[in-house]
Structures are given as structure tokens and as C-alpha cells.
């Protein structure tokens, strides 16, 4: 099974830090912390498109794929109906294995039309690989419409902004030569999340109960051509050694990664996210960085809430959720309200340290 190189990489410095006899000052991390790392790099990934249409080609190593291929003569004559199709990327992913992101980037588009009819979507049933938006959720290129499948959980299978192309999609539209984009899939939560340029987006979807296992995919439809390229395929998963006690002290004696501020913040029991938080925070400063973690929008914000009390600096929480926590673009006035309870839940902290001087 094929490995990104950066994991072997990875996988040969653990191993080298975690050695008896080593004297990396890695060697010093609590055990809980190698498991967690384990987890991580010990898990190869096929960063590869794994299935595609007859009509399409893949090279460098199954990171590109080529379709529409009668296309790029030049000629209309050539156009054949059949010729849509979806491909498939990575392994399937199974509900409750943490959280999932992929990224692609579209280059020389042919479009007879002028308008760009590719997708990039989470394929739910691929037993079809000749169908365009068969199945799953959909993100089109040439307007940044959305389309659910029957399959999806949608009330109505569809277009959500109607059969025509749309001025203004639910997500921006990508069809520019090198556009990434991307998506962020939750299993826990089960929710569907999407990304343009690394930021992500206000728009997330359910994935029904159902559904799994699922598959990250690419679309396109018989009028256009043109090639994708898989940037990266990561898996994050989630592990909560932290909600047992034995090893809750380990947490509790180092000074947070990111990423475990971010994975603690996701915790169901509210009781125990304040608590871990409450216990880093009075040895040391919780990293904003966390923001930045790989989740959906709507785990940002929870983070963002969970930290509001336990920040020294009101104003660099600030910016942070503004760089890193997307607004929704029909609803501006959703932000101001959500940094409106950020502020007050700041305040609020304040005054229970100036009740106790």
C-alpha cells in the first residue's frame, strides 16, 4: 500500500525519538503522547485517484487524471455524451475514524460552451462511475452551486440553486486555472465541510448515518475536459485517552500542541472540555494556532468559545476567528453575533478575576 513520502519520513523519527537509548529531547514525551503520534503516521494512506471512468487516464504516479480526452482535439465532432464521468481518490472512509481532508486543483479546462461543468464531491455509492452527480454531494466549478443527491439526505435531489447556472453559488465558484479546493469531512460529527485556497468555507452538510462507508471524489461533465491533480489526502484521528484519568495528568504536565487544544475542544462533555482547558490554561498561554487545526467551520467556532474565557488578549483571539473562522455569506450579521457572545464570554472571565482582587 502506497505512503505519502512525508509519512515515511515521519514514521523513521519516531521511531529514532522513541528508542530506549535515544537523546532527542523528544524522548522526554509522556507515552500518551507517542501513542497519539503513532496513530497518526503508522497508517498508510493511498494518496492516489483509485477509481475513474473509461474515458479518463491517470499518470504521475495516480495523482493526475486526464478527462475528456476527445476534447483536447479541438474538434466539436468529437463530443460524445458518455463521455461524463466521476473518479474516485483514497481509500473508503468509514463513520467515527476522525476527521478527513483532501485537496485538488484543476488545470487546462476545455469547455465547449465556456462554462466549467467539473466537480469535486463525497461519492456515497460508486458502484457508477459513468454518471455525473449520481450520487453524493457536489461542488461545480463554473458557479460554486451545490448538488445533493437522492442518496444525500436532501428533502429534493438537485441543484441547490436551481438547474440554471447561478450569479452567486452557495460556495465561490473554482474554474480558474489552479484553483485548490478542497474538502473536510468530520465522521465523528458526520458533517461535510468545504475548502477554497486552504480557508474554509460557511457552507457544511449533513452525511447521513447510512451512507458509510463514503469515497472523495472528482466529476465532469461530457462537455468539457481537462485535468485534475491530487495535492494531499490527510487522516486526523481522534483519540481521548485524555477523558481517563490515568492519563489525564500527562496532558496536564506539558504545554499543548495545537492540535490537542483543537481535538480536546471536540469532546461532547462540556464539563471535561472546560476542565482540560481550565488546566492548560493556568500553566500556560492556549495557542491560537488551534483555529488553524483541520476541522469544520462549526468546530472552529465551538473552539473559539471554549477559549474566549481562558485568553489573556481579547483583541488576538480577534483576528484569529476573523482569519480563520468563515462568516456566511447571506448571513453577515450570523458574525457579528457570534463575536458579540466571543466578547461577552472574554468579559466575563474578566470580571470574576477583578471580583477576586
Known amino acids: 500500500q502506497k505512503c505519502l513520502e512525508q509519512s515515511v519520513v515521519e514514521i523513521c523519527s519516531l521511531l529514532a525519538a522513541s528508542h530506549p537509548k535515544s537523546t532527542s529531547p523528544w524522548a522526554a514525551l509522556p507515552r500518551a503522547i507517542f501513542r497519539l503520534i503513532g496513530d497518526f503516521i503508522l497508517d498508510p494512506l493511498p494518496c492516489v485517484f483509485s477509481d475513474w471512468h473509461a474515458m479518463s487516464v491517470v499518470r504521475n504516479q495516480q495523482r493526475s487524471l486526464h478527462f475528456g480526452l476527445r476534447l483536447h482535439s479541438q474538434s466539436v465532432f468529437l463530443y460524445n455524451s458518455g463521455d461524463a464521468g466521476i473518479a474516485t481518490c483514497g481509500p473508503s472512509i468509514h463513520a467515527d475514524t476522525g476527521v478527513w481532508t483532501v485537496e485538488v486543483s484543476l488545470s487546462a479546462p476545455v469547455q465547449l460552451d465556456g462554462f466549467c461543468r467539473a466537480d ?10 459513468s454518471e455525473r452527480c449520481a450520487s453524493g454531494i457536489w461542488w461545480e466549478a463554473g458557479d460554486g452551486d451545490v448538488f445533493i443527491g437522492k442518496d444525500a439526505g436532501g428533502s429534493a435531489e438537485g441543484w441547490l440553486g436551481g438547474a440554471a447556472a447561478v450569479e452567486n453559488g452557495i460556495l465561490p465558484s473554482w474554474h480558474e486555472e489552479g484553483s485548490r479546493v ?3 469531512l468530520d465522521t465523528d460529527l458526520k458533517i461535510l465541510g468545504f475548502t477554497k485556497a486552504g480557508a474554509l468555507q460557511h457552507f457544511e452538510w449533513k452525511v447521513p448515518d447510512y451512507a458509510w462507508p463514503v469515497h472523495f471524489g472528482v466529476g465532469w461533465s461530457a462537455d468539457i475536459g481537462g485535468q485534475f ?7 486526523f484521528r481522534r483519540a481521548w485517552p485524555i477523558s481517563r484519568t490515568s492519563e489525564r495528568r500527562d496532558f496536564a504536565s506539558i504545554t499543548p500542541l495545537p492540535e490537542e ?17 481550565g488546566t492548560w490554561a493556568r500553566y500556560t498561554s492556549l495557542p491560537l494556532e488551534a483555529l488553524q487545526v483541520p476541522m469544520l467551520r462549526s468546530s472552529r467556532q465551538r473552539l473559539a468559545l471554549d477559549m474566549a474565557p481562558l485568553v489573556p488578549e481579547l483583541r488576538s483571539l480577534e483576528a484569529a476567528i476573523l482569519q480563520h473562522v468563515p462568516s456566511s455569506l447571506e448571513l453577515p450579521e450570523d ?12 468579559r466575563r472571565r474578566n470580571r470574576r478575576w477583578q471580583a477576586l482582587a
Not at 120 to 129: A, E
Not at 335 to 346: T, Y
Open 120 to 129: 469535486l464531491g463525497l461519492v456515497l455509492d460508486k458502484s457508477d462511475l
Open 182 to 184: 478542497g474538502l473536510v
Open 229 to 235: 491533480h491530487l495535492l494531499s489526502l490527510q487522516h
Open 261 to 277: 487544544v483543537a481535538k480536546v475542544s471536540d469532546l461532547d462533555d462540556l464539563a471535561l472540555r472546560q476542565e482540560i482547558l
Open 335 to 346: 458574525m457579528s453575533q457570534f463575536m458579540e457572545k466571543i466578547r461577552e464570554r472574554w
